[in-house]
């Protein structure tokens, strides 16, 4: 597969554009957000972990002890802003430029491989979640925080005739049906929990199709 690369620099120009606001801009849904988060990495074993999309470093804080993090990101505003907020906790974490669909590392790298609200804005989401199974190592995890297309019909709708305007303010596709692409991309779905907001928000857990002999 390639990879659409007009469609990879818009979505990195639209965060670049947004990143010294981001963290304002969430502000107030960040205090819901936390909770998801805490759970999310209270189940990451590591000790190696990639964080993919990793945007301001809002995840730094939930790191365990005892992991050694490497988070990338395809926007240089936001890579610049995880570094200083890995400085400000002191975390011991390797902040990288990078992109989802064509990732810098060989096979098998990373015993957990996480993203939270990420897989809405990679261009092409099966790609980056086939390159999210091929670096993780076999009997490792992928989780997976994502907010997803409603199930619905009506409200479905509603974000599909709305996502052209969402996407093109925040960057973010409002109505990706992320716990199918992750099933098409190969990867073993382990499980997914609802984690609130009427099973819009997902917790996923997948897994490479090939476990340890
Ligand atoms: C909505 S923000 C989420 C940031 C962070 N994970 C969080 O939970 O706050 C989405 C992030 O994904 C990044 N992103 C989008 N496409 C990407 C790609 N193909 N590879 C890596 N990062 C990507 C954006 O630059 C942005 O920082």
């Not at 659409?4 to 965060?15: F, L, Q, S, W």
Request: charged share 25%.
């Amino acid at each position: 597969m390639t990879i659409d690369m007009k469609a990879t620099e818009r979505t990195r120009a639209r965060y670049q554009r947004i990143a010294p606001i981001y963290d304002r801009m969430e502000m107030l849904a960040e205090g819901g957000f936390q909770p998801w988060r805490e759970h999310l990495w209270s189940l990451v074993k590591g000790p190696t972990v990639l964080e993919v999309g990793a945007g301001t470093g809002k995840n730094m804080p939930y790191y365990p002890d005892g992991t050694k993090v490497t988070a990338i990101d395809l926007t240089p505003g936001m890579v610049e802003r995880a570094r200083q907020r890995a400085a400000e906790l002191d975390a011991d974490v390797d902040v990288r430029l990078g992109d989802a669909q064509d990732l810098d590392f060989p096979d098998n790298s990373f015993d957990d491989v996480v993203a939270t609200f990420v897989f809405c804005s990679v261009p092409d989401p099966v790609l980056g979640l086939q390159e999210l199974g091929r670096v993780v190592k076999p009997g490792g995890q992928v989780l997976l925080l994502e907010h997803v297309r409603s199930a619905n019909s009506l409200l479905g709708l509603l974000m599909d005739v709305a996502n052209p305007l969402v996407m093109r303010m925040m960057g973010a596709n409002i109505n990706r049906r992320t716990v199918e692409n992750v099933e098409r991309s190969g990867l073993y779905l382990e499980r997914v929990e609802d984690m609130g907001m009427g099973g819009l928000v997902k917790l996923i857990v997948a897994s490479k199709t090939t476990q340890p002999a």
